[in-house]
């Protein structure tokens, strides 16, 4: 099919559950694609030789690859392709912000929508944990290292995948009875089936990995004694970022005001919202206020209206366009009703002499001079208030870092927020533990918690067999250019960065990488990619897949524009210590 002919094609939505339907059940709202309507999505795709939509996913999903097997109607290996970078395909299919990351890069969107990369995630996921033809765990012998992972979720969940398919031996502690974190005690049933989540759970135990649950380290167990009584090489840390933010507004105290956390953990983990199956409580009201604008309001809104509220408000300080909540799930909340009123804030929660709230004052807003994160300013206008009656008032303003491992682990940084200090990989100031995902960087996103897993992986790996050898050779221009952060041979790729510390600050041109095979006669080249201007300062990462498993050595070479060699690496296996 040519360019021309795929541009003609129009966006496949996907079909959902009506509005009024839906907002009364806690079914999932999208029904997923049909094989047919993945195909038509999946022909949009003009396979670009130079594809941007892959910079824009924080953990380099191979999209252009898994999206031309989908147009073959080779669904299962295109649900294998993504794999061998994304450990949860099904969950950010369904939450991740697509809009702002891959889709956000895609060439095909400058005329017309972005190829929906996200739907076809989902799809080809669904396909494969539908279909039952999983692949058997890959066995690799054990290499005699453990490691500790605190939490379990994505980043906590990718790391401890990554470790598996090296050796390790992998035990998961989890705080809640329930493997997946925030995809499971906050994010609801109807925008992601907590099946998904346990179906990617039950692969990773398939795996080898052990899940201990009801385990909050820092009460059984401190980080020190992971290490001294329980043999662990390395600790992983992902707790999350667990601890609700309050307004600090008077009636906060007031019975009937919730944080979403809190909320949303009963309803999801506990169940409330399978009552009268289960008996958690829950204090459901008519009239539900939320304040805040991002992804948990949204899902705490729309619980709420699945719980059988008259009326549901969204009270957000700044405009619609700077809500960070998913585009779609703003969508999805007003077609189901949801009431927005935007540039309003609360200042006061009133309540009645038994101590339960009855209304909440907000002042109203307007939009002022920009500020330092160039989103313009709310400002509040003097005198302009309004009253929502309301019997259910739910705070979903942020989260913090929950303080329980760093004050049970005092030689371990943290910075001003209570965050844990972290390289570029995941390395504390305490040796051979790590930290990712929320912990680190404050409430972020699924993915960007999947990648901070992933780097982590490589750091362990790394620092526990450091004798991975490189061996450069060949420079033509001055050695200090190019800095190798790390080069490494893992069981199934091959994984490359390289800085650029070029000290006369020039940016380099069409810089050519090749991984090859050295001891094959033709050098079989097994990755190619030009970067087309890479500026000092600036990292760049690159991992392919091992076409011959067997293969223990790679040559990579690293051109600049004129074809002139700059760099010669050899990799060779790791040899354990
Ligand atoms: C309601 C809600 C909706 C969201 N929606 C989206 C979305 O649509 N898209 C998106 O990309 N992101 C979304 N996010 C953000 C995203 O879910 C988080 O950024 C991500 O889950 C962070 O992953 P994590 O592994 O760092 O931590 P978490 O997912 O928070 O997992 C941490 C785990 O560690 C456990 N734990 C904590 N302390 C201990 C301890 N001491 N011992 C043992 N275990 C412990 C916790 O119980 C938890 O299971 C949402 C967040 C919320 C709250
Ligand atoms: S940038 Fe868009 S059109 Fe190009 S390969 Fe990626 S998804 Fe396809």
New binding site residues.
């Given amino acids: 099919m040519k360019s021309k002919e795929r541009m003609q094609i129009p966006f496949t939505d996907m079909p959902t559950q009506p509005p009024q339907v839906r907002a009364k059940n806690f079914r999932e709202v999208p029904y997923g694609y049909s094989e047919e309507m993945a195909i038509q999505e999946a022909n949009r795709c003009l396979n670009c030789k130079k594809p941007k939509c892959v910079e824009g996913c924080p953990v380099r999903v191979p999209i252009p690859e898994f999206i031309s097997l989908v147009q073959e109607g080779k669904f299962l290996e295109a649900a294998w392709k993504i794999k061998e970078r994304n450990v949860l395909p099904a969950v950010?299919g369904?939450?991740?912000?697509q809009e702002t990351q891959c889709e956000a890069q895609c060439i095909r969107g400058k005329k017309g929508r972005s190829v929906g990369i996200g739907n076809l995630e989902r799809f080809v996921a669904d396909y494969e944990r539908l279909s039952g033809h999983i692949p058997e765990p890959i066995r690799v012998s054990k290499n005699g290292k453990k490691v500790a992972i605190?939490?379990?979720?994505?980043?906590?969940?990718t790391t401890a995948g990554d470790l598996i398919l090296q050796g390790y031996e992998v035990t998961v502690?989890?705080?809640?009875h329930l493997?997946?974190?925030?995809?499971?005690?906050?994010?609801?049933e109807f925008?992601?089936p907590k099946s998904v989540v346990q179906f990617e759970i039950q692969n990773l135990e398939n795996a080898g990995v052990k899940f201990v649950y009801d385990?909050?380290?820092?009460?059984i167990r401190g980080i020190d004694e992971l290490f001294t009584e329980d043999g662990y090489d390395a600790v992983y840390v992902?707790?999350?970022?667990?601890l609700p933010v309050f307004m600090n507004i008077p009636g906060e105290n007031l019975q009937g005001v919730y944080s979403?956390?809190e909320y949303?953990t009963r309803s999801n983990l506990m169940k409330a919202y399978l009552y009268p199956e289960y008996n958690t409580p829950l204090l459901t009201g008519k009239n539900v206020v939320v304040v805040g604008g991002?992804?948990?309001a949204m899902?705490?809104a729309r619980t709420a209206l699945r719980l059988d509220a008259d009326n549901v408000y969204i009270v957000y300080r700044r405009s619609r366009e700077q809500m960070p909540?998913?585009l779609e799930?703003v969508h999805h909340a007003e077609e189901e009703g949801i009431q927005f009123r935007l540039l309003s804030n609360p200042v006061e929660i009133m309540g009645d002499e038994k101590g339960r709230i009855e209304s909440i004052r907000c002042q109203r807003y307007e939009l002022g001079e920009p500020d330092k994160s160039g989103r313009a300013r709310p400002v509040p206008i003097e005198g302009d208030y309004f009253v929502l009656n309301s019997d259910l008032i739910i705070i979903?303003i942020g989260?913090k870092a929950?303080p329980?491992?760093t004050m049970t682990t005092p030689d371990l940084e943290v910075n001003k927020w209570g965050n844990i200090v972290t390289d570029e990989l995941g390395r504390t100031s305490k040796p051979f533990v790590y930290a990712?995902?929320?912990?680190v960087t404050g409430?972020?996103?699924?993915?960007?918690?999947m990648g901070?897993?992933r780097r982590a992986a490589m750091a362990i790996h790394e620092d526990l067999f450091p004798t991975t050898e490189v061996k450069t050779e060949g420079f033509t221009i001055p050695k200090e250019t190019l800095e190798i952060k790390h080069a490494a041979i893992y069981p199934k790729t091959v994984y490359l960065r390289l800085n650029l510390i070029n000290s006369s600050e020039k940016e380099l041109d069409q810089v050519k990488i090749r991984i090859s095979h050295v001891h094959d006669f033709f050098e079989t080249t097994m990755f190619e990619t030009t970067i087309p201007r890479w500026s000092p300062g600036e990292e760049h990462e690159f991992d392919c897949p091992r076409i011959d498993k067997n293969e223990k050595e790679y040559l990579i070479t690293i051109n600049d524009l004129h074809g002139k060699i700059m760099s010669k690496i050899i990799v060779a296996e790791e040899v354990k210590r």
Avoid: W
């Avoid at 493997?179 to 609801?188: E, N, Q, R």
């Avoid at 409430?443 to 918690?449: F, H, K, M, P």
């Fill in positions: 950010c369904r939450v991740c912000p605190v939490g379990s979720g994505p980043s906590g969940l502690y989890e705080a809640f493997g997946g974190g925030v995809l499971v005690y906050g994010i609801p925008r992601l385990s909050v380290i820092g009460r992902g707790v999350g970022a667990g979403a956390n949303l991002g992804n948990v899902d705490s909540a998913r799930e979903a989260n929950n329980l491992i990712g995902g929320d912990i409430a972020a996103t699924v993915i960007s918690a901070a897993g």
